[in-house]
């Protein structure tokens, strides 16, 4: 069984800084891309951030500059730093990645964490 558990979230002040982790565990054969995804109150989930395996980056818009996706592939683990945090950042952030598990084959499956709260406060 593959699963992806996230921690770091919590409540912060505008201006200030959050570090979200997303570990991988389970039976699994390798990873592709990763990546951060969040969902704000009445809103649809929105992509945030995107790393491949080989460590290309993608930001959106609104996070770019401020918010970095690093990788330790040895660890099976994304992170999510985020600088300059605006209570527009506030909502609930969920990690992904595409892994292919031992013994199901060669395609690659989307895996999801359960989420963690961040709450930017003005």
């Known amino acids: 069984q593959v699963q992806l558990v996230e921690s770091g979230g919590g409540l912060v002040q505008a201006g200030g800084s959050l570090r979200l982790s997303c570990a991988a565990s389970?039976?699994?054969?390798?990873?592709?891309?990763m990546g951060w995804y969040r969902q704000a109150p009445g809103k649809q989930r929105e992509l945030v951030a995107t790393?491949?395996?080989?460590?290309?980056?993608k930001y959106e818009d609104p996070v770019k500059g401020r918010f970095t996706i690093p990788r330790d592939n040895a660890k099976n683990t994304v992170y999510l730093q985020m600088n300059s945090l605006k209570p527009e950042d506030t909502a609930v952030y969920y990690c992904?990645?595409?892994?292919?598990?031992?013994?199901?084959?060669?395609?690659?499956?989307?895996?999801w964490g359960q989420g963690t709260q961040v709450t930017v406060s003005r």
């Open positions: 389970g039976m699994i054969a390798s990873i592709d891309a």
């Open positions: 992904s990645a595409e892994i292919r598990a031992v013994g199901a084959g060669y395609k690659a499956y989307d895996y």
């Open positions: 790393i491949s395996s080989g460590g290309i980056t």
